[in-house]
């Protein structure tokens, strides 16, 4: 059974029906249920909180008072600290750098490829989705070994590379895994989304004159714009928050992105707990942000390549 | 799984015919613009993923400490291998562990994930809360995740010691990241809390895509929910059952980040041992083995292509027909 979210590009999911109307008396059933989940919603909201409590309080305070007590002092001054002695500022510019032009690129190379796949019927279609989708799966460990030998011989430009001369060390050259690695689960994605255009859309461009590419640039992809937005939140998350490229494929940490530098700065600068929490929370903010203002992209971006059955 | 089959992927016979019709009509710069737009994005993804796992089994079989150039790589047949598998005192570890992790995911947090989305599903007032509050921690870096449950496990003023009150003077110590037969599993903990709210998105979204016709027939025959849930619900979403099942091998073999970040440094921790850590301790540790870092790599690839193959004849099976 495909899904509503992919089977309907321009209109949004198809509900499931409407629960029958009826009265609600309060059943006890329902009250467990509430309360388990209440409880459950609770214990995985302590890790977060807890965090965020510790980072709150002045070192005084918690030296004074010990962690586990009420507080008689809160402030951002943990924030503070920690954003000017690691100097975060440039490792989260790194982060733009890379998330920015991986996502587009991403999405432009998968779109191209799911293009080619849905409205071509040519006979490497399974293969190239195949290829693409198992690429996905495998774990960069597999490749790494090889992928960082490839990177210290591979020579880039100057104003790539930001003077290393190298793919290694180069915030492109993380780029470029992140594209490549990234690309097939949205290939997957946009082809059974692309399935669902109906084929005497282009039919009737092809007869207009239309160029492949305008039908592409111009048809198919601003029909696509749901599942895009959906991608786009998710993989800005994903890359964002990437740990392993940007450790092993940059070496000298203020190249780094935020993320992959945030182990090393706190091990440098933060002396304490209520540092190193608040430190780890800083560069967990841009994801909340995302997370609270597109959830329903981020939410349906995830199920879209799960969902299709 | 009679309703989970039919697709709405046109794949009608006629289909083909157009299209090959349609492709002869296409212009020399019509395909030009469409071997460039396939080619260049497969070509990046065959360079950059492909042929590194390739290379990574060739290197598998050689010895190379990557300080001299490629002359100075010497051909070792199945040498990595055998260190690997009788001298090395971290590969048994580091395979024992993925697997510990690999079942704790099947036997915890997947089921306590399909559990939160089964419930998540009866219509119940602010079920939109309840998920975004436990899906919080899939979109926090695996990195941070490390760093809030260091506040938690640290062994003098972490939450859980001074809960049950292990940091008090003159009482028993835990060093829950620190004792080699704690660690593991303070960090599958933290682990879980992720893999459970991400499970629970994925089952949920499949739940929703369930026709409610069969679960109101079952009920009409009298079964109660456990009955509904195991015998109609269950194997009716065989498709995303699959996908939850390759999701949960996949993560456990990609663990990495929240050990390396609790791990503290490039040594590894006794107790915490990883086929990807290992891995990675061949790049940007002190020891720069590339051979023998290489065959670590084909045993992890060797084991994730299972899941991998599961996961592509799932998906493609349909297409192929």
């Not at chain 1, 991403?106 to 779109?111: D, I, R, V």
């Not at chain 1, 959830?295 to 349906?300: D, G, L, N, T, Y």
């Not at chain 2, 006794?270 to 020891?287: A, F, K, R």
Request: net charge positive; glycine share 6%; with cysteine.
């Amino acid at each position: 059974m495909s899904t509503e979210v992919i089977t309907a590009p321009p209109t949004a999911s198809a509900p499931r029906p409407a629960p029958k109307p009826r009265r609600k008396p309060i059943r006890p059933a329902r009250v467990v249920l509430h309360g388990f989940l209440t409880i459950t919603a609770l214990i995985w909201l302590v890790p977060t909180l807890w965090a965020l409590y510790t980072s709150l309080r002045p070192i005084s305070d918690t030296q004074a008072h010990g962690y586990f007590s009420i507080a008689h002092s809160l402030g951002f001054s943990n924030y503070i600290n920690a954003w000017n002695q690691a100097d975060m500022a440039p490792y989260f510019m790194n982060s733009v750098y890379i998330t920015v032009p991986a996502v587009l690129l991403t999405l432009l190379f998968s779109a191209s490829i799911a293009f080619f796949v849905s409205r071509f019927n040519f006979k490497i279609n399974i293969a190239l989705l195949m290829l693409f989708t198992a690429g996905n799966l495998l774990p960069p460990q597999v490749i790494i070994t090889p992928l960082y030998r490839l990177y210290l011989l591979l020579p880039l430009p100057d104003w790539l590379s930001n003077g290393s001369g190298l793919m290694y060390n180069s915030l492109f050259g993380v780029v470029a895994i992140h594209v490549a690695f990234q690309s097939g689960f949205c290939t997957f994605v946009l082809s059974n989304y692309m399935k669902t255009i109906p084929v005497e859309i282009s039919e009737a461009a092809l007869v207009d004159g239309a160029s492949v590419w305008r039908q592409f640039w111009q048809i198919i992809v601003p029909l696509c714009r749901p599942a895009f937005a959906a991608l786009a939140t998710l993989l800005t998350i994903w890359i964002y928050n990437d740990f392993f490229w940007g450790l092993v494929l940059i070496s000298s940490g203020s190249e780094r992105p935020i993320t992959s530098a945030i182990a090393s700065l706190s091990g440098e600068y933060f002396s304490n707990q209520n540092l190193i929490a608040a430190g780890a929370l800083i560069t967990a903010i841009p994801t909340l942000v995302v997370y609270f203002l597109l959830q329903r992209h981020f939410v349906r971006g995830l199920t879209l390549g799960a969902n299709k059955g | 799984m009679a309703i989970a089959t039919p697709s709405k992927t046109p794949t009608a016979p006629g289909g083909i015919k157009k299209a090959s019709r349609r492709v002869r009509r296409l212009s020399t710069r019509d395909k030009i613009v469409l071997s460039l737009m396939v080619g260049i994005p497969t070509l990046v993804h065959i360079c950059l993923v492909w042929i590194p796992t390739l290379v990574s089994v060739v290197l598998s079989f050689t010895k190379w400490d990557g300080i001299g150039g490629f002359d100075s790589i010497q051909w070792i047949g199945l040498g990595n291998y055998k260190e690997m598998f009788t001298v090395s005192p971290t590969f048994w570890p580091a395979l024992e562990h993925n697997f510990i992790w690999l079942a704790f995911f099947v036997l915890l947090p997947t089921p306590f994930g399909i559990f939160l989305a089964y419930l998540l599903d009866k219509n119940i007032r602010g079920t939109k809360f309840y998920q975004s509050v436990i899906f919080l921690p899939v979109v926090i870096s695996a990195a941070v995740t490390g760093f809030i449950w260091e506040t938690i496990y640290n062994p003098d003023n972490g939450l859980v010691n001074s809960l049950i009150g292990a940091n008090k003077p003159n009482s028993f110590y835990i060093d829950w990241l620190g004792n080699a037969h704690l660690n593991l599993w303070a960090v599958l903990i933290a682990a879980s809390w992720k893999q459970a709210a991400y499970i629970m998105i994925l089952y949920l979204a499949g739940l929703k895509s369930a026709d409610p016709a069969l679960t109101e027939a079952s009920q009409l025959d009298g079964a109660n929910a456990w009955q509904t849930f195991f015998r109609v619900t269950f194997p009716a979403l065989k498709p995303i059952n699959i996908i939850v099942l390759v999701v949960t091998i996949i993560e456990s073999l990609r663990a990495f980040d929240l050990v390396w970040v609790i791990g503290g440094s490039n040594t590894t921790k006794p107790g915490l041992e990883l086929l990807s850590i290992l891995i990675t301790n061949n790049i940007i540790g002190e020891s720069s083995l590339i051979g023998y870092g290489s065959a670590l790599a084909v045993v992890l690839l060797v084991i994730s292509i299972v899941p991998i193959l599961i996961y592509v004849y799932q998906n493609f099976r349909k297409e192929q027909q």
